[in-house]
């Protein structure tokens, strides 16, 4: 509690000590110090309302928005920089009028030119901020998020910055991605909105296999996972007929998106053995097993949500 507050300690003394020198700047120089620019004083003293009146609003906004709530995610870093950014702004703007008094129309209008060639040249840049912004304030993923973009990058994210936001793969690979880019791609969080999430594993069987019989082996062989029986049952499910026999999806509820490829690899260790131990074929050319995200809400129990897309 105390560090809490002594985060408000320097912005209140800022803000009291220019509103006591605004008040009674009048009266102290004219009977004190009688050669001081009054008025001089008083827009030094009205610039230090403004300044540190934004310092102690951004302060506020911070605290209100770091602070712990049980049941909700944290506001995003690049959110609470936004709100300091456009407070110090307004007060920058608030001193430039104040400054330049009538003129300041006429100065913003004569830079006009200068700001459009600016802006041509860093455009990548400012796409990159703004959709930096707009992804601070959509927050599609926090921080500690595992994510997916455009189906071929995976990773944690560690941070997210105005132009960039970083990624840690789960090989510990140190990914940096341009916001613009992000935005513009395929979004699926595997954290949001809660870390469990329902994934498939799909495999051939041949034909000679009746599907009921398929079903079962399959759904017996999930069952008998021993990482599995704490959570909802494995389902099982004939997909379609390929060329290489009829192929089956074994669903199964996944903790986190850092189990993934334990709770795979398990459910494939069983099917094996399962598969060995009832002396059933595999097709000839068996087709690539698949691990996947269950998308698909008609097929998702009713108590838990799927993985997500945005």
Do not use: C
């Amino acid at each position: 509690m105390q560090s809490y507050l002594q985060k408000f300690v320097w912005p209140v003394i800022a803000v009291g000590t220019s509103l006591i020198v605004f008040i009674l700047h009048d009266r102290v120089f004219r009977h004190v110090i009688s050669d001081v620019d009054q008025h001089a004083v008083r827009q030094g003293s009205i610039v230090a309302v403004y300044y540190s009146g934004a310092w102690l609003l951004s302060r506020m906004a911070t605290a209100a928005m770091t602070k712990r709530r049980d049941g909700r995610r944290k506001v995003p870093k690049l959110l609470r920089e936004l709100i300091a950014a456009a407070l110090f702004l307004a007060a920058t703007i608030a001193t430039a009028a104040l400054l330049l008094g009538q003129s300041a129309g006429g100065a913003l209008a004569s830079s006009g030119l200068i700001i459009a060639v600016l802006g041509f040249a860093i455009r990548n840049v400012l796409a990159d901020v703004l959709a930096g912004v707009a992804l601070g304030l959509e927050a599609p993923f926090r921080i500690g998020d595992w994510v997916e973009i455009d189906g071929t990058i995976r990773g944690r994210v560690i941070e997210i910055g105005w132009r960039t936001t970083r990624l840690l793969t789960r090989s510990d690979i140190y990914m940096i991605l341009p916001n613009s880019q992000i935005s513009r791609q395929k979004l699926t969080n595997y954290s949001a909105p809660r870390k469990k999430y329902q994934a498939t594993v799909e495999i051939v069987l041949g034909y000679d296999i009746a599907i009921a019989r398929g079903k079962d082996l399959l759904a017996t062989a999930a069952a008998s996972i021993e990482i599995l029986k704490g959570g909802p049952k494995p389902e099982v499910r004939a997909v379609s007929y390929d060329t290489e026999g009829v192929r089956y999806a074994v669903r199964y509820w996944v903790p986190s998106f850092v189990d993934e490829a334990d709770f795979r690899d398990a459910i494939l260790v069983a099917v094996d053995s399962a598969i060995r131990e009832q002396a059933a074929a595999l097709p000839r050319r068996p087709s690539l097993v698949s691990s996947r995200p269950n998308v698909d809400p008609g097929d998702v129990p009713s108590e838990e949500g799927a993985s997500r897309s945005t």
